[in-house]
């Protein structure tokens, strides 16, 4: 008998509850088939396979387990290439108020491992404290005349995996590489407490020596942060090994919004065996996988800043152990889908995959990730990269007679300026850095120029291989201008020194100089100025977006201000001080997140950052690389 595209009729509900080692319910709903869409379609078009077809609507079941941590998706119909569902879960807590809904591209069947039983699945999703009970679905449809998704049933999947009420311990790896394994929880009674935390559920593990791709997943949930992460890990784990019908979870890894890393599937020793995953189909060999908790597809749904720097450490430690290239590509695949691929990559990049994970908002983070990796990875250590000297600074220092300028001191360097009268006695000024490191830097000098300024300056640059220059201050004015590359040594030896003997007639500025170190850059991006300011910025170098985290200290209201600026002076970037920009993460105590993307018409080169707050301020380098 030939299939129907669609049944119509409306299934009666049914329950089946299992004995399994956590309590579970599969409850059917009954579904209505609409051709003609009646609502705009809201998710990303580009991911579709097939033009649209309709919409499928479910009715509202009931969870019948007395607690609830986690749901899912059970659809029994085929998928045929070149087809794809789109799916919308809706929750309410009485029936009539719904919210949501959570949307899902990666309803699929299984492929490689589980049970191959006509069953389409979604992924697990988690619920909150108290859990909602009623749940109903949306299923569009995407083919051909000659292609279409088959759907013959739909089950909502319901699993009550316990909430954790005991201590969560971690455990701190030894690492023999030298990029450590970050500390993750555990799988056993003191971390998220799996069913079975000392083996797989069935069959046996498969180890690998060479790993060639870590990939990035988002779990889907309903939310970025769940209240009980340890519940979601048991819920991931039921799902896929209970109702999929896996090995064991599928994910290496997965990450909360707290910053802390669990120990998925299982493997004798996670800091040495690598064991082979089930996260991508066709590509699970050779590779690791990792998930972030949350649906980062979801509009203003962004990655927590505790998360990021897990993040880092989880890839960075498996490169370093693998000798993996972030910015490599490598072969991978079953035979039929093998794929040169990016070593770091999101699931949607393969090739074979249809999917939105990582998300919309993660997925584009996936450039500065890699460009993080390599940095940690090959970059050698140091304070800062960049050292400016202001007039004011602790490193400033003048002889003869000075003045406060106060015409358009808002175009200076950190908004001050000083200037003297040339001839006359002697005048000059001293810009003395603080180095933390020998390097050969690039010097510039920043002044505010005007008809009136003196054009043949004398500027003496004390280093190792000390120089002297003339800078002409008529012209090009609220600039960065190169002095020139010399080599300093660590510490106070060295400074750039101005003077107007040189010169009878003429204004002479005394504003502000950098010293930009010609090593690559430092990862680390942490420079706490005057015990008040943090800044820390990721990825640097990088390639579309750059993040930019800066902490105040204890207090909260402390207005902030962000602006970027080339080595021109144009500004390129300019926040509002008492509505920062918090784009994503999450604000705490004197925190803040900003993010810089770049358009096209931004050129790669080099960028100063500067961060204003109050009385004080912090500057770095960053460096765009197209």
């Known amino acids: 008998m030939k299939k129907v595209f669609i049944l119509t009729i409306l299934i009666t509900a049914a329950i089946v509850a299992l004995e399994l080692p956590y309590p579970m319910e599969y409850v059917s709903a009954p579904f209505s088939f609409n051709e003609n869409i009646d609502k705009p379609f809201t998710g990303d078009i580009s991911i579709a396979k097939g033009h649209l077809l309709g919409t499928i609507y479910s009715s509202a079941v009931k969870a019948n387990l007395d607690d609830l941590t986690g749901f899912g998706l059970r659809i029994r119909g085929e998928l045929p290439g070149g087809t794809s569902i789109f799916a919308e879960i809706f929750w309410s807590y009485d029936g009539e108020k719904w919210i949501g809904p959570i949307t899902d591209w990666e309803i699929e069947p299984n492929d490689e491992e589980g049970f191959h ?90 180890y690998y020596t060479v790993i060639t791709h870590v990939t990035v997943h988002h ?211 001293r810009w003395t850095p603080t180095l933390s490191y020998p390097d050969s830097f690039e010097v510039y000098m920043m002044w505010i120029a005007g008809s009136n300024r003196s054009d043949n300056i004398l500027v003496n640059i004390v280093s190792t291989d000390n120089d002297t220059v003339f800078v002409n201050q008529q012209g090009s004015g609220c600039e960065w201008h190169y002095l020139g590359l010399f080599y300093f040594d660590v510490g106070t030896d060295g400074y750039v020194e101005l003077n107007d003997r040189y010169d009878d007639e003429g204004v002479v500025m005394a504003d502000a100089v950098m010293w930009i170190s010609t090593s690559p850059l430092d990862i680390a991006s942490k420079n706490p100025v005057r015990d008040k300011i943090i800044l820390n910025i990721s990825p640097n170098p990088f390639n579309s977006s750059v993040r930019v985290s800066v902490n105040v200290g204890a207090v909260r209201e402390t207005p902030v201000q962000i602006e970027i600026f080339d080595l021109l002076g144009t500004l390129r970037l300019r926040s509002v001080p008492d509505t ?47």
């Open 117 to 206: 039983d006509g069953y389409l699945y979604s992924n697990p999703y988690y619920t909150d404290k108290p859990p909602a009970k009623y749940y109903r679905t949306s299923l569009t449809l995407f083919g051909t005349e000659e292609l279409k998704p088959i759907v013959e049933g739909i089950e909502f999947v319901f699993m009550d995996c316990g909430w954790t009420d005991y201590e969560v311990r971690t455990v701190i790896p030894e690492s023999i590489v030298d990029w450590p394994m970050p500390e993750y929880v555990p799988r056993g009674p003191t971390g998220w407490n799996c069913a079975v935390p000392d083996t797989f559920n069935t069959g046996t593990p498969t």
């Open 580 to 626: 920062p920009r918090l784009l994503s993460g999450v604000e705490t105590t004197g925190s803040h997140t900003f993010i810089w993307q770049p358009d096209e018409s931004i050129p790669s080169g080099v960028y100063l950052v500067r961060v204003k707050s109050g009385n004080c301020s912090v500057v770095r380098k960053i460096a765009l690389i197209r």
């Open 219 to 429: 779990t889907a949930g309903a939310t970025p942060t769940p209240a009980d992460p340890c519940a979601q890990m048991r819920n991931i784990w039921s799902y896929h090994v209970l109702t999929r019908g896996w090995n064991d979870i599928g994910y290496n890894f997965v990450l909360d919004h707290l910053g802390n890393i669990y120990h998925g599937r299982y493997t004798a020793n996670p800091s040495s065996l690598d064991v082979r995953p089930a996260q991508v189909s066709y590509h699970n060999a050779n590779g690791m996988g990792f998930s972030v908790m949350g649906n980062f597809d979801e509009e203003g749904i962004y990655i927590h800043e505790p998360t990021w720097p897990a993040i880092y450490d989880l890839i960075t430690w498996k490169c370093s152990q693998r000798d993996i290239d972030p910015y490599g590509t490598a072969w991978n695949g079953d035979p039929g889908y093998e794929q040169d691929a990016p070593c770091i990559l999101g699931h949607k990049d393969w090739t074979s995959a249809s999917t939105a994970c990582p998300g919309r908002n993660f997925h584009p983070e996936i450039p500065s990730i890699r460009d993080t990796v390599y940095n940690r990875l090959y970059e050698p250590a140091g304070d800062a990269d960049t050292f400016i000297v202001d007039n004011g600074d602790a490193g400033f220092t003048e002889g003869g007679t000075w003045f406060e300028g106060t015409w358009s001191p808002e175009l200076a360097w950190d908004s001050d300026y000083e200037y003297c009268n040339s001839g006359g006695e002697l005048a000059w000024a």
